[in-house]
């Protein structure tokens, strides 16, 4: 059991701490929030501790004027005369307690040795000591008579006491949160259901380079289709001579490369044939028909990697725009086994040629996970995703070290939470060290996932009711749910009474 409990805005945090510190050298055992261990119960250690101090020191400032943990804490220790209020800043009583005389302390930093504190020792002193407590007239505040009325009323009347229970009780009861969610990070994972329809994941991209991981299939029709010689290339600047191309018989009809079995992933990687040209093709969409998870991040070498999981079937993705193009394959080979004249369990380099018309591609995926590795072309790296609202299952920006077992965030990880329904409740903005997860998800979607490739990051807007809405650190996580509390006080209906009496 300790002797005092310190209530205080976070705001104020250092003051309490010297207020703390002065208190224990006196030879007082003092409570306050900072000695809750880790890992527990925020709400469940702060009620028990209020509930046993002999003595609860409330410190007012404009921060806990507008804070609903000190308002209710102030008014769990009315109820056996435990409060010593103390006034930091002008103004900054709420109406419900300027009934009650105050020590007023304005200006004060808290610090021990001081007038301010010797006075607060001893009513403290004398309070836990059961003797009358008579505050100073040079430091004391005057008892409002209206201050007076509103805490005889709210004594006298059981309604106002059964009002005022549900009330500190609301302040405990977490709600769904309906919000808009602004994230900008350079990685992000969200598990997409379509239901019953098929979902675009991106509009179409121009590319540069693309590197297609866990290939089962590819199809194309060129006009012409030729294979190089591995043992032609030129090492010194990366590309075969003319003498090293071979021409396989095609004329315009259906090429495919299948995943051969010795186990490997197959991956394909297609980029022009002269290497300059800015555009090599385009992705025209990745469709989700089925649940997926979704990996987006970025890489300080202008490129983006997509990964979508499925636990029921491989992904599907179109290409088209082609002309000539340069592909390296490894893993998969083609039906014809005859027509190439080179092994095709190496790393082979091919041509196809459109003859100046534009070539489409199929890929599909070897199994459940399908990455995609794309270098946009200059006219995309401000990349825009489907336009069509995606439904999200779930949505982290954080994942756990393997090595370590901590939350990670990216470093560039920044954002904010509005709220939907409660106009007026304050966002919540956060950035890196920090997570975000939201889970538990209602009519929640994407409205907008974009590439800002400049930066390094993507700009993700999303919307709908979470029942599962965190952010903070491994060490200090904060729900952003608000509770039925915020609900009552932040109403618009109740915004005259709310500017009334302060809260």
């Known amino acids: 059991m300790k002797d005092v409990f310190i209530s205080y805005a976070s705001e104020n945090r250092a003051i309490a701490q010297r207020v703390a510190e002065g208190l224990e050298t006196a030879g007082l055992s003092v409570w306050w929030d900072r000695q809750i261990e880790v890992g527990g119960e925020w709400d469940k250690s702060i009620e028990e501790a209020l509930a046993v101090a002999k003595c609860v020191v409330v410190l007012w400032t404009g921060h806990a004027k507008r ?63 059961g003797k009358p407590v008579v505050l100073p007239v040079e430091v004391a505040t005057k008892a409002s008579w209206v201050g007076k009325i509103a805490a005889v009323v709210g004594l006298k009347m059981m309604v106002s006491v059964m009002v005022a229970a549900l009330l500190m009780a609301s302040s405990f009861w977490r709600m769904d949160a309906n919000v ?167 790393e082979l380099t091919y041509q196809a040629l459109f003859d100046g018309q534009s070539g489409t591609m199929t890929v599909e995926g070897k199994d459940k996970t399908f990455i995609v590795v794309i270098n946009p072309s200059e006219s995309s790296k401000h990349m825009a995703f489907s336009t069509t609202a995606l439904p999200l299952e779930s949505l982290d920006v954080s994942w756990q070290d393997p090595k370590t077992g901590t939350r990670k965030s990216h470093p560039k990880f920044q954002g904010v939470v509005r709220y939907r329904n409660l106009p007026d409740f304050p966002e919540v ?9 939201v889970e538990k998800l209602e009519r929640f979607e994407t409205t907008s996932i974009r590439l800002d490739l400049q930066h390094e990051i993507f700009l993700v807007e999303m919307q709908g009711t979470a029942g599962y809405l965190k952010t903070g650190t491994a060490g200090n996580p904060q729900d952003l749910r608000p509770t039925l509390f915020d609900v009552i006080r932040f109403h618009p209906v109740l915004k005259p009474l709310r500017n009334l009496i302060g809260l």
């Open 67 to 129: 804070s609903r943990w000190v308002r209710a804490e102030a008014r769990a220790s009315l109820k056996k005369t435990r409060m010593v209020p103390v006034l930091l800043e002008a103004d900054a009583i709420p109406l419900g307690f300027t009934g009650f005389q105050a020590l007023r302390f304005v200006g004060w930093e808290g610090e021990a040795g001081s007038k301010f504190f010797e006075i607060l020792l001893g009513v403290i002193k004398d309070k836990l000591a």
């Open 429 to 437: 903005k956060f950035k890196a060290p920090m997570f975000l997860t």
């Open 180 to 346: 808009t969610i602004h994230v900008e990070t350079g990685r992000i994972e969200f598990k997409v259901n379509p239901g019953k329809d098929q979902k675009r994941l991106t509009d179409s991209l121009f590319f540069s380079r693309l590197s297609l991981q866990h290939v089962g299939r590819m199809s194309l029709s060129p006009k012409q289709w030729l294979v190089a010689n591995p043992e032609e290339l030129d090492w010194e600047t990366d590309q075969y001579p003319s003498k090293a191309w071979v021409e396989l018989p095609g004329n315009g009809r259906a090429w495919e490369l299948s995943g051969t079995k010795s186990g490997l992933n197959g991956t394909v990687t297609l980029e022009s044939i002269e290497r300059k040209e800015l555009v090599v093709g385009k992705l025209d969409a990745i469709v989700l028909a089925k649940p997926a998870i979704v990996t987006l991040e970025t890489s300080s070498n202008q490129a983006m990697t997509l990964t979508v999981r499925t636990d029921e079937q491989s992904q599907r993705i179109a290409l088209s725009g082609l002309s000539q193009v340069e592909i390296v394959a490894e893993g998969i080979m083609s039906k014809e086994v005859a027509s190439v004249p080179f092994d095709q369990k190496q």
